[in-house]
């Protein structure tokens, strides 16, 4: 037998030979040599001495030490053969024998074998009644770590379960070990799907890592992360976006922006952002992550491998399907040689193939590819759950879209089965798994199964975008709606189709359209309200900011862009990154308010007998396999005594268009005069009525029917309804509309109960701001002292190009001055040279009550030909060509003609033109009424659900309750005349609304429709 002194001796001597080999002197390779010469010569005489198992555990651990792995195995197995023949294997030798045998077939990644000595030797320390040590603590964790790396999720979950008692009985729970294990519990729960659970896991360990390391340390970037994946995964965007982005801070900070890890968090974070539908940061964001792979990674490493995979999936996104099957071709090469072809991995790329070829509308290709991803992962199913579900989602979609209905409601069914058990109704998976479902219900005709799988699918809906509204910016707001808009759509489609059946669907429509009509309009604007009703001074600095950042990029945008800053993205960055902070800074405001509260019976409570409600809507129509380029029109309509809202379909967009089209009073393009009658182009009576006989025998005598004994028609617009005067409609009889009823027009008919409190008078305590008579050729900034006009040069192209001054504006002005202050209401007149865009700014915080605005007004169309070039220097085409619709939108002050014939105007001068971003900016929130006496003040760009963008929008934005606009280009004299009524009427102590529509109807017995039907009031 071996002594113990000689076993203690061996031991102490190659702690030494180690720590010579770090010596200087002498080279590495020599010192290692001669190191194994001795190890050899004294094993040697060991061998003489004794053949035992300790020999071949020495001779094992030598052979490790050396990094013989392979003969490392061999004496591993021969030591614990050699106890098993001459001793009893239940004590804690043999345990420990196991133990390292354990640990040489993990580094080799033989998971199986290792497996089978992992348990035998936690069965020894259980029944030794020894598993409340450090040693049954790391046997436990090398059969959690084999069970992690073979995806068996399921085992690797009790096990963990057992060591972290262990570990803090052990180390206490705040320790780097226990730490550790909860880490890796969130991990197995985030993987089978159960995200409940993983996110309690993570919320402990960023508590204990925050104890242990601090917040700027890689281990808690790492928790905080994995934390963030786990919301993601949930669909709680609005918890994930915040800690990927301090995560990435910390590594960035840490490690530079070339590391590894740092493309790793830049990955995690473009997932969250390709799920909210901003495909263009996450396509940004993949490309830098892959750049820094490629400069840090070999072409076989998995890293790469994934890196390549995922960058492929955002160019399909964004059809750039050459590229990603490049990508794609070499990640499975990769994949294949590394995992082999039943792997979860390589399951991966299959999938991402198969969305390609969808896609692509190669349907069998792509249902073949799903396949096979399905039958890896159906391999896998008990360990990732998941995933499977995922493919099980995939492949009954494509089999739906194949119309074979069969075995799309098979495979979705057993999905939605792991889902709801695993996942909760709230992931976004869940969804749309369910919303599969209720397609392949549609399509085979069983209404009544769709109609109950729709009441599941709503809430969720509603909950996923309410989570949204309180953390997006508006931009990033919209692009999350189109990627979800589908959904919408098709229930829409649903509910119009099966009306008949079950009534009730509309009033599901009907809450559709509360929730999304103008909602991003109606969400910026009580975000904006709860900012500047509140005393928080840092809130209220973040808001100024923002607000300033948006006024310095609104010149930026109206430049060519060579000349714009090269920072351009960074401001834009920054403007988006600060409004995303006021979103939450008034998350619980928001939310708190009329959003989503509004349903069709709060609407339905605020009618009286004699009133209905209109909510026109347009939405795509839906073929029986996807939505179509085609519009539908239809009006939901409510009464005070309807069990359900009723809904009308009215025509689709094509039909409506070229109706429209055929006329000029609905106009389609943009401000193509600028002479004295503020860009009239006169159309006669005879082409008013055809034109207006049609658009009421398709929009509005369908409705006629449920409009019996109506005495006051709310109604809110779509689409290109936006551009019809309802008021110069003529029933059958050649009867106007706006004589039968009182017509208030609604940005969304949740208005009713969420604008209950507006002031409805004019009265003695209000202010006025009156523009009028504009010289636009002459402005009092250009005349100031410390105004420089040197470098004024005229662009010789637009110096035919030029706003003619208005007589009319300054008789309007004039006498709504007088008579405002005939009735005690303190009323500021400016015109002429002094009547400057500034100045209207200037109001800004402190608006008057009452802004009336008679001048030129102008909408361009979005350029559909028309793009930059060379010779493009300044003048209209600064607006022309701008992207943001609301640059494309504008009123005229003093000087205008200056830039808009291409005079180049130092930076510290005024242009004159006031775009509706502008008015966006400002703060109107003490003004009741503003009045657009103006050409096509009322036109914008058609955005579906949100209206108008344009004027209409821009004050709306700024705070103004009531907003009066014009559809056309109106005419100088009659419009000063309508507008004198308009005042008069509202001063004999008539509500706003009341004196327009009697200023209209004293309109009507003198002139024909085009003279005062133009103007709308939008309350």
């Avoid at 061998?47 to 061999?74: G, M, P």
């Avoid at 190009?801 to 504006?809: C, D, K, R, S």
């Avoid at 004039?814 to 005690?824: A, C, P, Y």
């Amino acid at each position: 037998m071996k002594t113990k002194s000689f076993n203690m001796f061996l031991k102490s001597f190659f702690s030494k030979s180690i720590k010579i080999m770090t010596t200087t002197g002498t080279s590495a390779s020599l010192k290692f040599i001669r190191l194994k010469l001795i190890v050899v010569i004294l094993l040697l005489s060991y061998d003489s001495f004794c053949q035992d198992w300790q020999y071949y555990d020495s001779l094992r651990q030598v052979s490790f030490d050396l990094k013989d792995i392979e003969n490392a195995e061999k004496y591993a197995e021969l030591s614990i053969d050699t106890y098993s023949l001459s001793h009893d294997t239940m004590n804690n030798d043999f345990a420990d024998l196991v133990f390292k045998n354990v640990e040489i077939l993990i580094s080799q990644e033989k998971y199986t074998e290792a497996e089978l000595l992992c348990q035998r030797e936690i069965a020894i320390r259980r029944k030794l009644l020894d598993y409340k040590n450090e040693n049954y603590a790391q046997c436990l964790a090398n059969l959690a770590f084999i069970y992690n790396n073979t995806g068996a999720y399921n085992k690797e979950e009790p096990i963990l379960l057992e060591l972290l008692v262990i570990y803090e009985e052990i180390f206490g729970k705040i320790s780097m070990d226990y730490l550790q294990v909860l880490n890796d519990l969130g991990y197995v729960n985030r993987s089978i799907g159960n995200y409940k659970h993983a996110e309690f896991y993570y919320n402990q360990c960023v508590r204990i890592a925050q104890e242990i390391y601090g917040k700027n340390e890689m281990n808690y970037a790492i928790i905080i992360s994995n934390l963030a994946g786990t919301y993601r995964k949930s669909g709680e965007y609005s918890k994930a976006e915040p800690l990927l982005l301090e995560a990435s801070e910390i590594i960035r900070e840490l490690y530079g922006s070339n590391h590894i890890y740092y493309a790793t968090i830049l990955n995690n974070t473009a997932q969250l952002y390709l799920e909210l539908g901003q495909i263009d940061s996450a396509e940004k964001l993949l490309e830098q992550a892959h750049n820094i792979v490629i400069a840090n990674s070999e072409e076989n490493d998995p890293i790469y491998s994934q890196s390549l995979n995922n960058l492929a999936s955002i160019y399909v996104m964004n059809y750039k399907y050459d590229e990603a099957v490049k990508l794609l071709e070499k990640s499975a090469e990769i994949r294949l040689e590394i995992y082999g072809e039943n792997h979860n991995s390589y399951a991966e790329t299959l999938n991402s193939f198969a969305t390609l070829y969808s896609k692509k509308g190669d349907l069998e290709t792509a249902e073949r590819y799903y396949r096979e991803t399905y039958m890896i992962f159906k391999n896998t199913m008990q360990d990732n759950p998941d995933k499977y579900a995922i493919s099980l989602t995939n492949l009954g979609d494509i089999y739906r879209v194949m119309g074979n209905y069969d075995l799309s409601e098979k495979y979705l069914r057993e999905a939605i089965d792991i889902q709801s058990s695993i996942m909760g109704e709230s992931s976004p998976e869940y969804i749309n798994s369910r919303m599969d479902m209720l397609l392949v219900l549609y399509a085979t005709g069983r209404i009544s199964e769709a109609e109950s799988e729709l009441m599941n699918i709503i809430p969720c809906l509603n909950q996923q975008l309410k989570n949204q509204i309180g953390f997006l910016s508006e931009n990033e707001m919209s692009n999350y709606l189109k990627r979800n808009l589908f959904k919408y759509n098709f229930i829409r489609n649903f509910c119009l189709k099966n009306k008949e059946k079950s009534p009730a669907l509309v009033g599901i429509f009907y809450d559709i359209e509360l929730n999304l009509k103008a909602m991003l309009l109606n969400s910026g604007i009580q975000m904006r309200q709860s900012i500047l009703d509140s005393k928080d001074s840092i809130l209220i600095n973040q808001y100024d900011r923002w607000i300033s950042l948006r006024s310095e990029l609104t010149g930026q945008y109206l430049l060519h862009p060579d000349k714009r800053d090269k920072n351009i993205g960074q401001i834009e960055d920054e403007i988006n990154s600060l409004e995303k902070g006021l979103v939450r800074g008034t998350k619980d405001f928001v939310q708190s308010m009329s959003l989503f509260n509004v349903g069709w019976k709060d609407v339905q409570s605020q009618l009286a007998e004699d009133e209905v409600c209109i909510e026109f809507v347009s939405f795509p129509d839906y073929d029986g396999t996807e939505l179509t380029d085609e519009k539908k029109y239809a009006a939901i309509i409510l009464r005070q005594d309807f069990e359900f809202p009723k809904i009308i379909y009215l025509c689709d967009q094509t039909s409506l268009e070229k109706l429209m089209n055929q006329g000029c009073l609905i106009s389609n393009d943009s401000t193509s005069s600028t002479n004295a009658d503020r860009g009239v182009i006169l159309m006669s009576n005879k082409q008013n009525n055809l034109l207006y006989d049609e658009i009421y025998k398709i929009v509005w005598l369908p409705l006629e029917e449920l409009m019996k004994n109506a005495e006051r028609v709310y109604l809110s617009p779509s689409g290109l309804l936006h551009k019809v005067s309802f008021a110069a409609l003529k029933d059958e009889q050649g009867r106007y509309l706006s004589d039968k009823y009182e017509i208030v027009h609604l940005i969304s008919s949740a208005e009713l109960v969420t604008g209950v409190n507006k002031s409805q008078y004019i009265n003695s305590n209000d202010r006025a701001l009156i523009f009028g008579g504009i010289d636009f050729n002459k402005s009092s900034s250009l005349t100031s002292p410390d105004s420089s006009v040197n470098d004024i040069i005229i662009d010789n192209r637009f110096q035919n190009t030029y706003w003619n001054y208005l007589a009319g504006t300054m008789t309007e002005a004039n006498f709504i001055d007088s008579i405002l202050k005939i009735s005690n209401i303190n009323s500021y007149l400016t015109y002429g040279e002094n009547a400057t865009e500034d100045l209207f700014k200037s109001y800004s915080g402190n608006s008057p009550q009452i802004i009336h605005i008679a001048t030129h007004g102008f909408f361009f169309q979005k350029a559909e030909y028309e793009t930059y070039d060379e010779s493009f220097n300044e003048g209209q085409y600064l607006f022309r060509l701008a992207s943001n619709p609301l640059l494309r939108s504008g009123l005229l002050f003093a000087g205008a003609n200056y830039l808009w014939r291409g005079v180049k105007l130092p930076s510290n001068i005024d242009d004159g033109i006031l775009t509706a971003y502008e008015v966006s900016n400002l703060n109107l929130n003490n003004t009741k009424l503003v009045v657009l006496s103006a050409c096509e003040t009322g036109l914008g760009e058609i955005s579906d659900g949100e209206g108008v963008y344009g004027m209409q929008r821009a004050f709306k934005i700024a705070g103004s309750e009531y907003l009066i606009m014009s559809l056309w280009q109106v005419p100088d004299k009659e419009t000063a005349e309508f507008m004198q009524l308009f005042y008069s009427y509202c001063l004999q102590n008539n509500k706003i609304g009341d004196a327009f529509r009697k200023a209209q109807s004293e309109m009507r017995e003198k002139y024909e429709d085009f003279y005062w039907a133009a103007f709308v009031l939008v309350e």
